[in-house]
Every structure is written in C-alpha cells, then in structure tokens.
C-alpha cells in the first residue's frame, strides 16, 4: 500500500536544519571517534537486460549520499563496500582503523533482499558484545522495514533519507558514555524512548534473548525541501571500498585517480517527485506529492568537482522525471550551458542522461537544442504503452514519434522504457496495439535502446495489495517459489491469462527483435543524424545483454508453460505486530 503523507504543514524540515545538524554532529564525531562501514547489497543472479553493464560501472547513489553525508559530519573514518564490485565481502571479518566498525548501515533494494539478509546474517555471528549496531536501510526498508527483522534482526531499519540517520546519531552520541559500545547505547535509547520523536525509524521490541517480538514505527519522515542542503557528492566517491575478492576489507579505500576507472557513470540526485499518480509506482507518494529539486548552480558546481577532482565525464541522473517542473530543468539546462571547469567549457568535456516522459518533454520541445548545449546525450522515456491502454500520461502514438524525431534532430539518444501486460498482444493488425509493433515503430523513429519489462507489483504503490488479494502474483511455478530478486519485471510473476508463457517470450522476441547483427551491420552503416555511432554501441551491449536474459528467464518461461502455478491470495505482511511509539 502507499505510504500515508504527514500534514500538509509538518512535510518538511525547517530550511537549513541539514545543514545545521551536520554542523552539531562535528564536535561530537570528533569526541566519539566511531569508524562505519556502509555496505551496498546487490544480488548478482539479477544481471540482465536492462541493467546489466550500468550496474557494475555506476556507483550507486544512495550509499554514497550517506557516506557523504557521514564524512562530512565528521566521522571520517567511514568506507562504502559495494557488492557489486566485492561479491566475497563477510561483514563479520571487516576491520577499518585495525578494529571492527561500531557502526554497520546495509543499504538495500528489495530485488537484493536475499544478499542483504545474508550480511545480516553473517554480522550476527559476532559475540553480541562486539557487534556493531547494525542498521538497514534503502528503498527495502523504506516500503517493507519487517524484512530485515527475520530470521537473523538488524537492530533497526531506516525508512528515510539522510537526515533520519544523522538525527539518530546525534541522539546516541549526545546520551553515550565514554567507552560505551554503540550498540549498547542504541539498546538504552530504545528502551527509554529516546528514539521515539525520531520520524523514519523502525526498530525491534524483544525479549532478554534478543528474539523480536514487535516492531515500533516511529511514523514517516520529514522531507528535505531545499535538495541544495545535501553534502557534496565528491565525499562520497572518496571512501570507495576498492573492488576485489576478498572477505575483509583493504588497508585504504580506492584511489582518487580509479575512481573513474571503477565507476564510469557517475550518479547524481538532481530532482526527486513526479506530477503524474501512476497506480502502480510508489514515487510520489514517497515525496508526498511533492516536487523537489537542486539549483542549477549547484548542479554545475557538483558536476565540476566530480570532474575536477575524479575525472568522471560521463553521469546519469537519477530524477523521478526531471522535465516535471519546467522552470527547474531550464534553470539546470543554463547553468550547465553555460559552465566552465578549468578554464574549459564543461559542455565539452561531459555528457549525460536522466529520465522524462513523453508528455514533459513535448512540453519543452524549444529547449532541446539548450538540453544538449548543456551536455544532454540521451533522455529515458517513460513510453510505457504508446496507446496509453495501460496508463496515461499523456502520451499517444503521434506524440511519442513526434518526440523521438525532434530528439534526434538535436542529437539526444531516445532511450525508451516499455512496459508489457497481460491485455497486449504480441502482434496486432492494423493497430499499434501490439509489442512487436509498437517496438518496431520505436526503433524506426531513432530508439537507440530499449527496455521491456512486464508489470510486475511494487511495494509501496496504490495496486500493491489488490494485485495480490486478486490473485495474479504467482507464489511459485512447477515447484520453484518466486523470489525477490525476481520482482525486477524480467520474470513474468503475475498475470490472470491462462498462458503466461507467451507473456515470457514475448519479452524476449521484442528483445531479440531491436537488438541483433541485421541491426547492428545497419546502425554500422549508416550514420543517422547527429546521434552518430551510438546505436551500434548499444546493439552490441543489448545483444550480449540478451544472452545473459535469455539464459536466466528460458527456465522460469518452461515452468510458466509446463508447472502448476501457486498464487497469493494476500499481500505478503510483516510477521511481527508494529504499532506507533508508546502503545
């Protein structure tokens, strides 16, 4: 279900208060001298179209922007380990600063809820009196917080951004004894209620043996309004654990000069909400149907030391919609036009991409050629159903054509977003009903890539439970339960035809349809527009990408047609009763 909304005048932090708490947390970092770990958990078994190869060559945000907002804070002794780049990473068997951490935060999505459990897990086996405080967080913990409380508990879960966890820190070190494990300090507060005015937090209520019998939910976050007030980005990159197979973890984190080596993609937090309510997403109610977004100034002024300082040329916004509030995205596209790193116009040196839709970005069809004076090379587009036969947001057919044309006139990469259901055929006549045909029609309008994924529930959107409770999400098939890391879209999981096979291999041939060597030999040959060789360079990453889809979705595409399939009847629920603070 969708996350409730505080009142309309209690949303957000006063102005400033970030900024502020970060300014009180220094004296007292320097006094408790903790050392973090922050550790990013990614399930492998999920690479595949259409994440794979960005997923290994972007530095996630969301650690890094706590890493960041921990250093500077002052608590510098912090290192982000990324599983993506550290598979054998053993929580038990860190050591940072020649000691275990006190503090241990795992940032989680849910398809990587199996990899997030396991840390858990494993930093459990440590005597409880020298385990660190463990704390989960991530979008997981953010719309399914009860996950990381069983088998093996986090002690708590945040179910916000940046500031819950400052706020909670600054709570422990103003209460803690000299000496006092954090842990122990964690322990006290949450048995006297201190963390209880603490918006954003879950945490466990248990017995003397340390068995969770409840949860308490200390409510929703406030917001962060003015996205300025976030640390620089730059810290973040500073503390990367170095990529490798070991099980602990290395005497110095990467080198400033690999960074880019690493990390080809940088990641920014540009503008968070979308002005669209799709039934489906848990987006704006996770923003509380507001629109939130950085200045252009300092949109310029990150990109800049990212580049100054690490080389990173190359960065992929990760906006809700960034054309949703059109006098933000004109004030960034300027500053950016306009910029200059080093006595060199930034223009020149960087590119990057964020996602749109198709309505917004017809809407600010005369600022495209600024979009790509400002560096702008490709736009993911939320075609969804160019019908609009799943959901509007007003798009149509024409419409979408008419902007993957003027996209390519400016030499921006439309990079659209598919999404299959149960209602559309694989093929229709005389209709742009079909997937094949709309897939088609994509690809000879200029799509430089594409993405093709089946509707699938999302935790924390408005069909969430009705998915469910109709009986369209599949338990399991021919024996094989489905799985969390399964729920990324590729897999098809829910559907009410009686032959949801086709549904799985429809997936594959619109894959197989854009990306193979007959596409690949034309995009070679031709250079179309100003986009150049772009669409070769992503044939061949799509078709090595299939490989890897098509060896992972073949089998659950046999069972699908040959196994019985078992279904839910309810939305899966927390184990544990949870209940406000003081009940």
Same mark, same amino acid.
């Given at each position: ?12 932090? +006063?102005?400033?208060?970030? %900024? ?12 408790? $001298? ?21 997923? &290994? ?7 890094? !922007? #706590? ?19 550290? =598979? ?11 000691? &275990?951490? $006190? ?23 440590? %005597? ?27 002690? &708590? ?14 709570? &422990? ?29 879950? @945490?466990?209520?248990?017995? +003397? ?23 620089? +980005? ?8 170095? /990529? ?5 973890? !290395? ?49 310029r002024e990150e990109i800049s030391l990212l580049y100054s300082q690490y080389g ?42 964020? %996602? ?32 609009? !036969? ?8 024409d419409k979408t054509l008419e902007v993957f044309r003027l996209l390519r006139q ?66 399991? !098939? ?20 009686? =032959? ?6 429809? #997936? ?12 690949? #030999? ?5 250079? =179309? ?38 279904? @839910? ?7 544990? /009763? ?6």
């Open positions: 279900m969708e996350l409730p909304s505080r009142p309309l005048d209690d949303q957000l932090l +006063p102005n400033g208060e970030l %900024e502020s708490i970060r300014k009180r947390l220094r004296p007292l970092a320097a006094k408790h $001298d903790l050392t973090t770990v922050i550790a990013c958990a990614f399930d492998h078994r999920t690479r595949m179209l259409p994440f794979i190869h960005a997923d &290994l060559r972007m530095a996630p945000a969301g650690a890094r !922007a #706590i890493g960041s907002a921990l250093v500077d804070s002052g608590f510098s002794k912090t290192r982000i380990v990324l599983q993506q780049w550290n =598979r054998n990473f053993r929580p038990s068997q860190m050591r940072l600063d020649g000691r &275990l951490p $006190d503090l241990f935060l795992v940032s989680s999505m849910g398809l990587h809820t199996a990899a997030c459990k396991e840390m858990i897990r494993d930093i459990g086996l440590v %005597e409880p009196s020298r385990r660190p405080l463990v704390i989960a967080g991530g979008s997981l913990c953010i719309f399914e917080p009860w996950v990381v409380f069983y088998p093996t508990a986090a002690d &708590l879960a945040v179910t916000g951004e940046e500031y819950v966890l400052l706020n909670l820190l600054e709570t &422990l070190l103003s209460g803690r004894a000299g000496g006092e494990p954090l842990r122990q300090t964690f322990l006290r507060a949450r048995d006297s209620g201190a963390l209880d005015s603490i918006p954003g937090l879950v @945490y466990g209520r248990t017995d +003397p043996a340390g068995n969770v019998l409840g949860l308490v939910n200390t409510g929703v976050q406030r917001l962060v309004g003015n996205l300025d007030e976030l640390p620089m +980005p730059t810290a973040g990159y500073g503390i990367l654990e170095p /990529p490798s197979r070991r099980a602990t973890l !290395a005497s110095r984190p990467l080198e400033a000069g690999l960074v880019r080596k690493q990390s080809q993609i940088g990641s920014l937090a540009i503008t968070f909400g979308c002005k669209f309510s799709c039934e489906y997403c848990p987006i704006p109610a996770y923003n509380q149907r507001r629109l939130r977004g950085k200045s252009g100034a300092r949109v990173l040329r190359y960065f992929f916004g990760t906006d809700d919609n960034f054309f949703a509030n059109p006098d933000r995205s004109l004030e960034i596209l300027e500053s950016l036009a306009g910029a200059q790193s080093n006595g060199v116009a930034l223009r020149k040196v960087i590119r990057w991409g964020t %996602e749109v839709t198709v309505h917004d970005t017809l809407g600010m069809r005369e600022h495209l050629p600024l979009a790509h004076r400002a560096g702008v090379r490709a736009f993911w587009l939320g075609v969804e159903d160019m019908t609009g !036969a799943l959901v509007r947001k007003g798009q149509t057919t400016q030499g921006i990469c439309p990079m659209p977003m598919m999404m299959h259901h149960e209602s559309q055929p694989l093929v229709s006549r005389g209709s742009a009903r079909g997937l094949l045909n709309q897939v088609s029609r994509l690809r000879r309008a200029g799509a430089v890539s594409l993405q093709v994924l089946m509707l699938t529930p999302s935790a924390g959107s408005r069909s969430y439970d009705r998915m469910f409770e109709s009986g369209l999400v599949y338990r399991s !098939a021919g024996g094989r339960p489905v799985l969390p890391r399964m729920y990324d879209g590729n897999y098809v999981i829910a559907c009410g035809q009686g =032959r949801p096979w086709r549904k799985q291999f429809n #997936i594959m041939a619109a894959y197989m349809f854009f990306y193979n060597p007959l596409r690949l #030999i034309a995009d070679l040959a031709w250079r =179309r527009g100003r986009v150049g060789f772009k669409p070769a360079g992503m044939q061949i990453i799509g078709m090595w990408a299939l490989t890897h889809t098509i060896r992972r979705t073949l089998g659950w595409a046999m069972r699908l047609m040959l196994g019985k399939i078992e279904r @839910y009847s309810a939305a899966p629920a927390s184990p544990f /009763p949870m209940r406000p603070p003081k009940q």
